[in-house]
């Protein structure tokens, strides 16, 4: 099963972009999903990104068009490029591997207004 490591969290201002790295230790890393949550304090965690192994992608609609999500399977990475940033934005925000039960310890963003 997929071990997964979060990075590229910060504080950054209302407006501005951060972009969030996933590396998946997986062996089939190429045909896994990857998907991108969050969890706010005091909220349940939620949904923001998929990007399947052929590259398509979904979003959730608070953040279409203003995050990215990409994959390199030569890295087994993940990246989730947020850019416009809001301070509903603030969570600690987590990757998952498909097909894993696995989560990392998660990324602290926090969008300062």
């Known amino acids: 099963q997929a071990q997964v490591q979060e990075s590229g969290g910060g504080l950054v201002q209302a407006g501005g972009s951060l972009r969030l790295s996933c590396v998946v230790s997986?062996?089939?890393?190429?045909?896994?999903?990857i998907h991108w949550y969050r969890q706010a304090p005091g909220e349940e965690r939620e949904w923001v990104a998929t990007?399947?192994?052929?590259?398509?992608?979904n979003y959730a609609e608070s953040v279409k068009g203003r995050f990215t999500i990409s994959r390199d399977n030569a890295k087994k990475a993940a990246y989730l490029q947020m850019n416009n940033l809001k301070p509903g934005d603030t969570a600690v925000y987590y990757c998952?591997?498909?097909?894993?039960?696995?989560w990392g310890q998660g990324t602290q963003v926090t969008v300062s207004s």
């Open positions: 998952r591997a498909s097909g894993s039960p696995n």
């Open positions: 990007i399947a192994s052929g590259g398509s992608t």
């Open positions: 997986s062996s089939i890393f190429s045909i896994n999903s």
